[in-house]
């Protein structure tokens, strides 16, 4: 980050005493209709239930990407994933994120939340999955987070170690451990402490602020568990606990007790309690394709990997005592991204102006529950699928995956088939897309006929914003096109002193297949 860009953003900086503790809960897969402030009949998230009536519930709350690592780089960055570069040009349409063999990570250039905070007196963490690469420059340390907890993937395995090793767990920025090793996971019985040990980081954590009375800087701490994520895994003593009698449902009561811990301790220390700003949401929506181990995205359509409505509307919920109203309920179009402006704008900090942000702050949706129109884009990959502006959404490009692939039993869309919708075959309805009432119909089944004067009256907008976006998109260099087995957790930093190094193979870099 350049001088002169830090001069800008710092121009308005507020007093270190008027900025508030941020936390930042984003879950992993876990689908709006999980809650049951959302609906969902069991009603076993009584914390984050209760954290909605003492805050704010968003009804009307996207992520950036149906995908894990694009999402995770928008909120991040306050960009959308073709621009940030968390995409790729290897197909056309597809999602893809940072395995093992990615080669590419998040760029130095992207200026990153975490980096602006510190450099405005902010201690930062994160906890769990990083997910935006796990080669040391691209790690949390090297992108302006002071403490790491976690690791930079998600909990796969086990592995031989021989033809694909253990993905490997980090404190700061050494390894210590590897996941089915050291931290214990399973997987046959998804059990593991892992939940446990994010929560009791992340209260340690906090709790070093709390002892300070606020005097010291204030603190951001980006919780990210993994623990709805197949395969799930849920601690010893939360198994069995859903009416579900699933390990998904029971690793979401256990989320719900761990973030009512969290809020206990803010809310139970008088220099924490009316300053700090919580926001609770999840990376994309319930991965449908794992069936019993996935959650509901109820009422939307589809899940992950999809740009339909259940593949990116997320759980949200915003929380600050004595700040945001008790009660409220807001149902303004909002992003992941829009994180970033908002917490900026909280400090009383301006958006560089070096490059194009997706971000709109939403202090006056949370402070005063006001609205305002604005565009949410969906994108998979390169491809500009669909927008929503207002009441109605129009999506110019359909599909859910591959026949290849959904012959093999993946179904993003599981008891769905719609005729050139939710079709397995790329379709094209840039000339007449496909428009919804979002509002009066959002499970998306009832198309409007390009014949109504309501699509008529409606369309011309839509079509106009996708027109001006893609005529003035400047796409960054995708760093998701390129894998080499070599730089796989074979030998992570630290490694040497937990005698846990591995020979690598050789170095052999190709083009990563996105099959979804």
Same mark, same amino acid.
């Given at each position: ?31 709006? *209709? ?43 960055? *306050? ?21 093992? /063999?990615?080669?590419? *990570? ?12 510190? #450099? ?131 690793? @979401? ?78 149902? #303004? ?47 998979? *990959? ?71 004067? /309501? ?23 995708? @760093? ?37």
């Amino acid at each position: 980050m350049n001088s002169l860009l830090l001069i800008l953003v710092f121009l308005n900086a507020v007093s270190a005493s008027q900025r508030p503790n941020i936390i930042i809960m984003l879950m992993d897969d876990m689908g709006f *209709g999980d809650l049951g402030i959302n609906g969902e009949p069991s009603r076993e998230t009584p914390h984050l239930d209760r954290m909605a009536e003492e805050g704010m519930l968003f009804t009307d709350f996207y992520t950036a990407s149906p995908l894990c690592s694009p999402s995770r780089a928008a909120l991040l960055t *306050g960009r959308l994933p073709i621009r940030n570069g968390f995409y790729t040009t290897n197909a056309l349409g597809r999602n893809s994120y940072t395995p093992q /063999e990615i080669v590419g *990570g998040i760029s130095d250039w992207e200026m990153l939340l975490p980096e602006i905070l510190a #450099q405005n007196g902010y201690y930062n963490k994160i906890i769990g999955k990083w997910h935006l690469g796990h080669q040391p420059q691209y790690l949390p340390l090297k992108h302006g987070f002071h403490e790491y907890f976690g690791s930079p993937n998600c909990h796969f395995g086990p592995y031989d170690n021989v033809t694909r090793p253990n993905i490997a767990f980090f404190r700061n920025d050494l390894m210590i451990g590897r996941y089915f090793e050291e931290i214990d996971i399973n997987k046959k019985r998804h059990i593991s402490n892992l939940t446990e040990m994010y929560v009791t980081e992340a209260i340690e954590f906090i709790n070093r602020f709390a002892k300070n009375n606020g005097t010291e800087k204030p603190f951001f701490l980006y919780w990210n568990p993994d623990a709805t994520h197949a395969p799930t895994y849920r601690s010893q003593r939360f198994a069995g606990k859903s009416i579900k009698q699933s390990s998904y449902g029971d690793a @979401v009561i256990e989320l719900d007790y761990a973030v009512g811990k969290i809020l206990h301790v803010v809310k139970s220390n008088p220099s924490l309690a009316n300053n700090t700003f919580i926001f609770f949401t999840s990376d994309n929506g319930a991965a449908l394709v794992s069936k019993t181990d996935a959650g509901s995205n109820a009422p939307f359509l589809c899940g992950k990997q999809t740009t339909f409505e259940g593949g990116f509307r997320e759980p949200a919920i915003a929380w600050w005592q004595g700040r945001i109203q008790a009660k409220s309920i807001t149902h #303004q179009p909002a992003t992941v991204m829009d994180l970033f402006a908002t917490i900026l704008e909280i400090n009383n900090l301006t958006l560089p102006r070096d490059r194009e942000y997706d971000s709109l702050s939403l202090t006056s949706v949370l402070f005063n529950n006001s609205a305002f129109e604005r565009p949410v884009f969906y994108y998979r *990959g390169n491809l500009f699928m669909a927008i929503r502006y207002g009441h109605f959404k129009a999506h110019f490009y359909t599909w859910t995956n591959s026949w290849k692939q959904f012959n093999t039993g993946i179904d993003f869309c599981p008891g769905v088939n719609i005729s050139e919708f939710t079709s397995h075959i790329l379709t094209n309805h840039t000339l007449n897309p496909k428009l919804f009432h979002i509002s009066r119909d959002p499970s998306e089944k009832y198309e409007i006929k390009a014949s109504s004067q /309501e699509y008529k009256s409606a369309i011309a907008k839509l079509k106009q914003i996708y027109k001006d976006h893609t005529r003035t998109l400047n796409p960054g260099k995708p @760093v998701l096109n390129w894998c080499d087995r070599a730089v796989m957790h074979w030998s992570p930093p630290g490694c040497e002193s937990i005698n846990k190094c591995l020979n690598p193979p050789q170095s052999k870099p190709y083009l990563c297949d996105w099959p979804h």
